[in-house]
């Protein structure tokens, strides 16, 4: 009987190579396996994300055992991108071999819909593109436009409902004459009203917020076409008026005031978000009053709230815009700070504090910039005697007891620095006067003291006049030294002021 055959100890030849080319092969696929692996590891690893790893130059030994080789980084908005290329085992690269590997984890859908609304209502580069006062004033300009888009379902409904449309009192010929007439007439207004011009650029915050109110008058005046709808006409077409007036306003006032928040040439889109915003909170107001307009709400409470709401949100809204320019109310407040504290206001602090229901159509001012002859003197002896004090300036001051009023008249060759002087020398001037609170001679203290009750001296005006003559010029320069630090912009003065220029003749 023969011996079992032991294959372990076999010598066959054959069997000894299948067993050995299995072994070989099976190692090999354990090798790619393993070096794919530690391939993946190194250029999937997971970046922190307090702190993106820093671009270094290519290095051989970073995928030790893989074919891939680091090329470059890139960066998006903060994203960072990994380019790797196939080696050939040679130092050289295969062609069309890049690959493209991101070092952050996708975003959550929250995040993506959070990134994509922001792609429509804020500008490239946020915040580091605008100014911090954009934040405020996009929040209140949204507010005032929900308020304004819910008051506009009313409007509209009421309106046709007076015309006759909703209950079919009217011939339709006739209703449309109407509302062309309504149409017209508004059209006309706006023509009329822009020849404002320049006032849209020197009181522009108190132009706009005007307009906002202009916006509500008209409102209400639609509403009232409701309970007196035979005189829809005469109504609608002064609602319409108003409206268009206030429309021409927000439009003229509109660029600079996105111009003060851009930050370099990007007042296109800064634009364009502002006008976003501004029409995604209309549609959503205009959206909740189709809702609350079906449940048939009181009308005059309704437009009460929502009217108080628009002229909130738009003083707010124009509050919190900042500009670097002095008009009249911005340079009286910087002006004032200054002569009773000797420092100058921020740019925030300035802008906080100006008058916004100082509007310009407004004559009862302290200080008139740019007066006729005849309004600052009735006596010829009161102009000779201070004449000569203003021989070497462009402009000649005076003030009138009588009215309180401090006047400056522009010589025709005052340019801009000049009117800026002229203005900083008024309200020195009204400094002095309103000064006997503390304890200071002034002309008011003296009118005060005399109970005759008759008009201050010439010399006495003089004297005024003569001392504050000897403190402007150091005072000024100061002040425009202080104000260029705070970064007000003292080339453009903004101050409107009046068109007569005093021609000396001889």
Same mark, same amino acid.
């Given at each position: 009987?023969?011996?079992?055959?032991?294959?372990?100890?076999?010598?066959?030849?054959?069997?000894?190579?299948?067993?050995?080319?299995?072994?070989?092969?099976?190692?090999?696929?354990?090798?790619?396996?393993e070096?794919?692996?530690?391939?993946?590891?190194l #250029?999937?690893?997971? #970046?922190?994300?307090?702190a993106l790893?820093?671009?270094?130059?290519?290095?051989?030994?970073?995928?030790?055992?893989?074919?891939?080789?680091?090329?470059?980084?890139?960066?998006?908005?903060?994203?960072?991108?990994?380019?790797?290329?196939?080696?050939?085992?040679?130092?050289?690269?295969?062609?069309?071999?890049?690959?493209?590997? *991101?070092?952050?984890?996708?975003?959550?859908?929250?995040?993506?819909?959070?990134?994509?609304?922001?792609?429509?209502?804020?500008?490239?580069? !946020?915040?580091? *593109?605008?100014?911090?006062?954009?934040?405020?004033?996009?929040?209140?300009?949204?507010?005032?436009?929900?308020?304004?888009?819910?008051?506009?379902?009313?409007?509209?409904?009421?309106?046709?409902?007076? #015309?006759?449309?909703?209950?079919?009192?009217?011939?339709?010929?006739?209703?449309?004459? &109407?509302?062309?007439l309504?149409?017209?007439?508004?059209?006309?207004?706006?023509?009329?009203?822009?020849r404002?011009?320049?006032?849209?650029?020197?009181?522009?915050?108190?132009?706009? !917020?005007?307009?906002d109110?202009?916006?509500?008058?008209?409102?209400?005046?639609?509403?009232?076409?409701?309970?007196?709808?035979?005189?829809f006409?005469?109504?609608?077409?002064?609602?319409?008026?108003?409206? %268009?007036?206030?429309?021409?306003?927000?439009?003229?006032?509109?660029?600079?005031?996105?111009?003060?928040?851009?930050?370099?040439?990007?007042?296109?889109?800064?634009?364009?978000?502002?006008?976003?915003?501004?029409n995604?909170?209309?549609?959503?107001?205009?959206?909740?009053?189709?809702?609350?307009?079906?449940? &048939?709400?009181?009308?005059?409470a309704?437009?009460?709230?929502?009217?108080?709401?628009?002229?909130?949100?738009? !003083?707010?809204?124009?509050?919190?815009?900042?500009?670097?320019?002095?008009n009249?109310?911005?340079?009286?407040?910087?002006?004032?700070?200054? =002569?009773?504290?000797?420092?100058?206001?921020?740019?925030?602090?300035?802008?906080?504090?100006?008058?916004?229901f100082?509007?310009?159509?407004?004559k009862?001012?302290?200080?008139?910039?740019?007066?006729?002859?005849?309004?600052?003197?009735?006596?010829?002896?009161?102009?000779?005697?201070?004449?000569?004090?203003?021989e070497?300036?462009?402009?000649?001051?005076?003030? &009138?007891?009588?009215? %309180?009023?401090?006047?400056?008249?522009?010589?025709?060759?005052?340019?801009?620095?000049?009117?800026?002087?002229?203005?900083?020398?008024?309200?020195? =001037?009204?400094?002095?006067?309103?000064?006997?609170?503390?304890?200071?001679?002034?002309?008011?203290?003296?009118l005060?003291?005399?109970?005759?009750?008759?008009?201050?001296?010439?010399?006495?005006?003089?004297?005024?006049?003569?001392?504050?003559?000897?403190?402007?010029?150091?005072?000024?320069?100061?002040?425009?030294?202080?104000?260029?630090?705070?970064?007000?912009?003292?080339?453009?003065?903004?101050?409107?002021?009046?068109?007569?220029?005093?021609? =000396?003749?001889?």
């Amino acid at each position: 009987m023969p011996p079992p055959i032991n294959l372990k100890q076999s010598s066959n030849p054959t069997a000894q190579t299948l067993t050995n080319t299995t072994t070989t092969s099976q190692d090999a696929r354990l090798l790619v396996r393993e070096t794919l692996r530690i391939s993946a590891n190194l #250029v999937s690893a997971p #970046v922190s994300s307090t702190a993106l790893p820093s671009v270094s130059p290519p290095d051989s030994a970073s995928f030790v055992g893989s074919s891939l080789r680091l090329i470059c980084s890139e960066e998006i908005d903060g994203r960072r991108w990994n380019y790797l290329a196939e080696s050939d085992g040679f130092g050289r690269f295969k062609s069309n071999s890049i690959r493209t590997v *991101s070092l952050q984890t996708p975003q959550a859908p929250a995040q993506e819909l959070m990134s994509f609304i922001r792609s429509y209502v804020v500008p490239e580069g !946020f915040p580091d *593109s605008v100014s911090p006062s954009y934040v405020p004033y996009m929040t209140w300009r949204a507010l005032k436009h929900f308020f304004g888009g819910a008051i506009g379902v009313f409007t509209t409904k009421t309106l046709l409902s007076s #015309v006759g449309v909703a209950k079919s009192q009217a011939i339709p010929g006739a209703v449309a004459i &109407n509302w062309i007439l309504k149409d017209g007439a508004g059209r006309v207004g706006k023509m009329l009203y822009s020849r404002q011009g320049k006032k849209f650029d020197y009181d522009l915050k108190q132009m706009r !917020f005007a307009g906002d109110l202009l916006m509500e008058l008209g409102a209400g005046v639609e509403l009232a076409t409701a309970a007196v709808p035979h005189l829809f006409l005469p109504l609608a077409c002064a609602a319409n008026v108003a409206k %268009n007036v206030a429309a021409v306003t927000s439009t003229s006032t509109r660029t600079p005031i996105y111009k003060a928040f851009a930050k370099g040439e990007n007042i296109g889109d800064v634009t364009a978000k502002g006008e976003c915003v501004g029409n995604v909170a209309d549609l959503l107001g205009t959206g909740l009053s189709i809702m609350l307009a079906k449940r &048939n709400p009181s009308l005059v409470a309704t437009f009460a709230f929502l009217s108080s709401g628009y002229i909130f949100s738009s !003083f707010q809204e124009v509050k919190s815009v900042v500009l670097h320019t002095l008009n009249r109310a911005r340079f009286s407040v910087a002006v004032d700070a200054f =002569l009773k504290t000797g420092r100058v206001p921020s740019l925030q602090e300035g802008n906080r504090k100006e008058d916004i229901f100082n509007f310009p159509w407004l004559k009862d001012t302290p200080i008139v910039i740019g007066s006729r002859f005849k309004d600052a003197f009735q006596d010829p002896s009161a102009y000779l005697t201070i004449q000569p004090f203003f021989e070497k300036e462009r402009y000649l001051l005076t003030y &009138n007891p009588s009215k %309180n009023k401090v006047y400056a008249l522009l010589k025709d060759q005052a340019k801009s620095e000049d009117i800026l002087k002229a203005a900083f020398h008024a309200h020195l =001037l009204l400094h002095f006067v309103h000064s006997s609170k503390n304890g200071q001679s002034s002309l008011l203290k003296q009118l005060e003291k005399d109970h005759s009750g008759h008009i201050l001296s010439v010399s006495d005006i003089e004297a005024r006049i003569a001392e504050t003559c000897r403190m402007v010029s150091p005072l000024f320069g100061a002040f425009k030294s202080k104000a260029a630090e705070q970064g007000w912009r003292m080339s453009e003065s903004l101050l409107n002021p009046g068109r007569a220029r005093l021609v =000396l003749t001889g």
